[in-house]
């Protein structure tokens, strides 16, 4: 047999963990492709218990313990002698997080480091032929978070390919211990950077340290420096008079680093009269102990200056989020020209950025829906990005004379070329909105529009067409409908269809036809599009995944004169 | 018709079968890292491109459970070599989680055909 599988259940595990939080551990010294299968059912049992319910979360850790463990096996610069697996879960306010850990101790896995930063999950022939990225893109599209760490402590000098999704129920209603959950899941512990030209201090504070934190000890400032290039630790300890570099040198250099200045910094010295002097106020620290400080008082202060920092750092990216979001929320005017309008929508801190933009034209509308795959701040970013970038493209392409599809053609044409553009999935619905009531629309991989008739009729408008940029000369086809006053055309996002039945997308499309006609009563546009969203969208805000938007249109020509 | 099984476990194979100008590769079990690695040596080997040239490639994956981003890129490079045949891509069968992955990177009716039967599949030929 080519691996060993340890399986450790609750148990089993150690008496100090908590029973919840490990599902499974999982080592191997030498791992093969052919043990994928294996491992894959091993996890699945694992998780049975936890997750029965929910197949879709099942399959994402299923699948992206296989793409991880199947790039260790194939791009080793060295082969790995230690890989580990182990789902445990978080809780996260009021939801649970399940996390899979993938760790090792190759030197093979820093490219992925970059590519996360820069996930992609779309497909691209010219470069995809021997699978590489897709992975790394297929795990951002289905999972809420992914980050690479590398260890750099003697006894744990690992890689840890971290991945968690948020779970849509809610914890069991029990304590939870949060002591034993800071003490006992290394995983989960703050990294602390320990520089000292004493090693005997070094060790001590290692010892004194190393229980709570994962502890890098270094000997010079230098040394410091070419590590935080590699991880960046949660706070760095550091004695302030040493030979060729001192603590104050080193705070200085770490400032020109990424990260350097929002690092905790805190100076350890025996010379607690330096604390006072100008020059070691200017240098932005988080504090200053004395050497001869109580062990006790050392792990309070260091855990109240990292709690302090996450705080603040959060805090801001949260501020930064809602910026973004504010400023991505899709409007629209209630009415332009013959036409009037409404729009509901909900946007997801997690999932992709939908918009929506309208553009007039000598005569007629043009009214685009679109929606970015992924999750999270880049799918955002991309959105922001992309609403600029289309806007620019239908002014300079687009007239009365020109067809969606040719839209779309030209988008798909510069997608395929653009390699920013190319960087991920987005769908899109284009309508050419004419004054005599006529629309013509064209679909890149866009779930169809609803026509809702004054007969109370609902019908799809089976227009559909693939998602832009996958080949170099992309079709997509125009379908042409002739309103009549009062009619209405529904156009939304997939978001809407995941949260009706996120299982069966064909069902979720008949729920909606079906709940259109069920808010028929008013002929009011607006009216019409609340009911719906109170009715089929509201009642799931508490799970959105995803951005949902609904856009409705309506002819309202004007009576004669 | 050929046919390959996994040494290690035979409820994983790939049949190959031409006639006429309908190519049909039948896929069982988890195509993954592992599987796609033989699975590419035998397609390359028995998959002849002038034999199916203007008609139909037809993967069958009604006995397929899993799917990973290696059996994307299997499967993208196959729509490589249907463009170039100027042949037609033509799934069978997906279901589950194969469904969910080809959906999100992109194989969507607009570059392949779906069928959920093998007539439905041969009926396109005649299209």
Redesign the interface.
């Given at each position: 047999m080519s691996f060993n599988i340890e399986e450790i259940t609750s148990k089993d595990f150690s008496v100090s963990a908590i029973p919840e939080d490990v599902l499974l551990w999982l080592c191997f010294d030498e791992l093969?492709?052919?043990d994928?299968?294996k491992i894959?059912r091993t996890i699945q049992n694992s998780l049975k218990g936890q997750i029965n319910s929910c197949q879709?979360t099942m399959?994402s850790f299923?699948?992206s313990a296989?793409?991880i463990l199947?790039n260790l096996?194939?791009h080793p610069v060295q082969a790995p002698s230690y890989i580990g697996v182990s789902i445990y879960t978080e809780v996260c306010g009021e939801y649970k997080m399940l996390v899979l850990n993938v760790s090792d101790n190759s030197e093979s896995m820093l490219e992925f480091d970059e590519k996360c930063n820069a996930s992609s999950?779309?497909?691209n022939?010219t470069v995809?032929?021997?699978?590489?990225g897709?992975?790394l893109?297929?795990i951002t599209?289905?999972m809420d978070n992914i980050r690479y760490e590398t260890s750099l402590d003697s006894t744990d000098n690992l890689n840890h390919m971290i991945i968690s999704k948020v779970l849509k129920f809610k914890p069991k209603a029990q304590p939870i211990n949060k002591k034993s959950t800071v003490e006992n899941s290394y995983l989960k512990k703050h990294t602390i950077f320990i520089v000292d030209d004493d090693p005997i201090l070094r060790q001590l504070l290692k010892n004194i340290l190393s229980d709570h934190y994962n502890t890098c000890v270094f000997s010079s400032g230098a040394e410091v420096l070419d590590a935080f290039d590699k991880t960046v630790p949660d706070l760095i300890l550091s004695d302030l008079l040493m030979p060729v570099m001192d603590g104050a040198e080193l705070r200085d250099a770490l400032s020109e680093k990424e990260q350097g200045d929002i690092t905790p910094f805190v100076f350890l010295s025996g010379h607690p009269e330096e604390a006072g002097k100008d020059y070691i106020n200017r240098l932005g620290i988080d504090g200053f102990l004395n050497k001869s400080i109580k062990k006790e008082d050392l792990l309070l202060t260091l855990e109240r200056i990292i709690r302090r920092s996450k705080q603040v750092n959060n805090n801001i990216r949260g501020h930064i989020d809602k910026s973004i979001i504010a400023a991505l929320s899709p409007s629209i005017p209630e009415k332009i020209k013959d036409w009037s309008f409404a729009l509901e929508y909900d946007i997801a801190e997690t999932g992709g950025g939908d918009f929506v933009l309208h553009y007039e034209t000598d005569e007629g509308i043009i009214v685009v829906l679109a929606d970015v795959m992924g999750h999270g701040l880049p799918a955002k970013f991309f959105s922001y990005a992309y609403v600029g970038y289309l806007r620019s493209l239908i002014r300079l392409h687009f007239n009365d004379h020109l067809r969606p599809s040719s839209l779309l053609q030209i988008l798909s044409k510069n997608v395929y070329e653009d390699s920013f553009l190319e960087s991920c999935?987005f769908t899109c619905q284009v309508v050419h909105l004419a004054p005599d009531g006529t629309i013509n629309i064209s679909s890149a991989?866009h779930p169809w529009p609803i026509i809702a008739k004054n007969n109370n009729e609902t019908n799809f408008l089976e227009i559909?067409?693939?998602?832009p940029g996958?080949?170099p000369a992309m079709h997509y086809s125009n379908m042409t409908y002739k309103m009549e006053a009062g009619e209405s055309l529904f156009l939304y996002t997939d978001g809407i269809i995941e949260n009706i039945d996120k299982a069966d997308d064909e069902k979720g499309k008949n729920i909606l036809k079906q709940s259109i006609n069920g808010c028929s009563s008013s002929s009011d546009i607006k009216e019409k599009t609340k009911c719906l969203w109170s009715n089929q969208v509201k009642n799931f805000e508490d799970n959105v995944q995803d951005d949902s938007t609904i856009l409705a249109m309506q002819y309202t020509p004007r009576a004669p004169q | 018709m050929s046919n390959l099984k996994n040494k290690?476990?035979n409820t994983q194979y790939i049949e190959i079968e031409t006639i006429n100008n309908v190519v049909t590769l039948t896929f069982k079990g988890?195509i993954?890292?592992?599987t796609?690695?033989q699975f590419r040596e035998y397609i390359d080997k028995y998959m002849i491109d002038s034999s199916y040239h203007g008609g139909v490639i037809i993967l069958d994956l009604t006995q397929v459970s899993?799917i990973?981003?290696?059996a994307?890129?299997?499967f993208?490079?196959l729509?490589?070599r249907a463009?170039k045949a100027e042949t037609k891509l033509v799934f069978v069968g997906v279901e589950?989680?194969p469904k969910?992955?080809l959906k999100?990177?992109?194989?969507?009716?607009?570059?392949v055909c779906y069928t959920e039967t093998m007539e439905g599949a041969l009926s396109i030929n005649t299209l």
């Open positions: 093969q492709l052919k994928l299968p894959r879709e399959q299923l699948l296989t793409e199947a096996v194939k999950s779309r497909v022939e995809l032929d021997d699978g590489n897709r992975g893109g297929i599209t289905l999935i991989g559909s067409g693939p998602l996958m080949i | 290690e476990n988890e993954d890292a592992f796609v690695t899993f990973d981003s290696h994307v890129g299997l993208v490079s729509l490589k463009h589950g989680q969910s992955i999100i990177v992109g194989f969507n009716e607009d570059i």
